[in-house]
């Protein structure tokens, strides 16, 4: 029994380490980006989360298959805010935020898409970067409406509540962001 759990453990270690590196890796890139195209603050947070969601997206889709890695990295999202709301619990985000975010990963998640159908060999992040600074496809939370049942929720409730109502508009979001793709296309 002593042995199966070290080795569940050393796996569950080494791949929160690999996550990490990989998280902190594309957190670097985002930031330099964000720097060099002089972003406000929300758009920059807001190219974040889609960068990182598309590039993760990417790899994963390589490995799962493009349904099951959009769900992967979608979940991955999720974990992350759990995550967040553990570490600043002081500070903790909004129920704005918490969709923005979300919203944020499946416009990476659904940019990847688009890109590897139209564009396999186009530049993905210079593609959100685009969208970026066009704006109301990266919602900033201001922009972001809520209902007031979910908006008022506080802690870790927030998360599951923000979610369910995620689920409920993402192929809105999808939809908006395909359009806004379309438009742009060289």
Wanted: hydrophobic letters at 40%; glycine letters at 4%.
């Amino acid at each position: 029994m002593r042995r199966p759990l070290k080795l569940l453990l050393a796996t569950l270690f080494t791949s929160a380490a690999l996550l990490t590196f990989f998280h902190w890796q594309y957190e670097q890139y985002s930031l330099r980006l964000i720097a060099e195209q002089k972003m406000h603050d929300e758009k920059a947070n807001g190219l974040k989360h889609a960068v990182a969601a598309a590039e993760v997206y990417r790899v994963v889709a390589m490995i799962t298959g493009d349904a099951k890695a959009e769900k992967a990295v979608l979940m991955l999202g999720k974990w992350n805010e759990y995550i967040e709301q553990t570490v600043r619990r002081r500070n903790l985000d909004t129920p704005a935020e918490l969709f923005k975010d979300m919203a944020n990963n499946q416009i990476g998640i659904t940019t990847a898409q688009w890109q590897q159908r139209t564009h396999p060999q186009g530049d993905i992040r210079q593609t959100l970067v685009s969208l970026a600074q066009e704006g109301g496809v990266i919602p900033s939370s201001q922009a972001v409406t809520l209902p007031a049942a979910i908006a008022a929720t506080k802690s870790y409730a927030a998360i599951e509540e923000v979610y369910r109502f995620f689920e409920q508009e993402q192929s809105r979001i999808i939809t908006q962001t395909v359009e806004k793709l379309e438009k742009s296309k060289p």
